[in-house]
């Protein structure tokens, strides 16, 4: 059974949350009591110097969460511009204190972040953002097939659904691939109901927002929780041994948008 840290992934949904280092400091608690993992957004912390990440890493393990560490490149939305190398260079400082990365799959860096996933041997994201569409059938399964020789033990496809055309693409591939340990999301309006829907039918981890989303379509993670807890009795089930209850989001709370 793939894990990262003790989270198993596989039989039910699971919920990562990304975070900043701001985030962690003012909802790092409210996030452990709902989140499966937490996604560190590096390219997002107010600094991105090893020795405050690595300090930021350890910290965050305080938490009791899995964690995922992510220096996403400006080029699939990041927020900060890293050069390569220091991207090298986060990866390998906050290697011994978090318990898995991602990485784009068109990287420059990806032979690095392969090499670092295998000694440090901890589970390897790699993954395609695409904000402007869906691309076609054939070009996403060839993204798998070279992601999966390339090292990656979970291929995450992050693409922007046009219509429920797309929505139905992205299903049918997920289920047709869902042996690759895959994570499909549908970004934008159109692809929202993915956010729900997509874990119940292989999806590995769906992604959820504390304060401000991070994709387009992106569900606050108190929405998320309630709808998972709604239409999948094993999430609930296996949520309720983990984390407390849900709250209810207040009428007009920005966390419920």
Known sequence: MLKIGDVELGDVARVAVPLSDADLQTGGKTAADMADLFELRIDQFTKQTPDHVTQVCASARSFGVPLIATVRSKTEGGEADISDPARVELYRA?????????????????????????????????????????????????????????????????????????????????RSYRRKNLIVIAMGAAGMASRVMFPLFGSLITFAFLKKSNAPGQLSLFELVRELQRYSPLYAKTRAARRPAAPAAAEGDNNSA
């Open 94 to 174: 906050m290697a011994p204190h978090v318990d898995a990365f991602d990485v784009e799959h068109f990287s420059g860096i990806r032979g690095d972040l392969v090499m670092l996933a295998r000694t440090s041997k901890k589970p390897l994201v790699l993954s395609y953002h695409n904000f402007d569409h869906t691309p076609p059938e054939m070009h996403l399964i060839d993204i798998i097939n070279a992601a999966k020789m390339a090292g990656a033990d979970i291929v995450k496809l992050a693409l922007t659904a046009k219509n429920e055309a797309d929505l139905a693409r992205l299903l049918d591939l997920l």
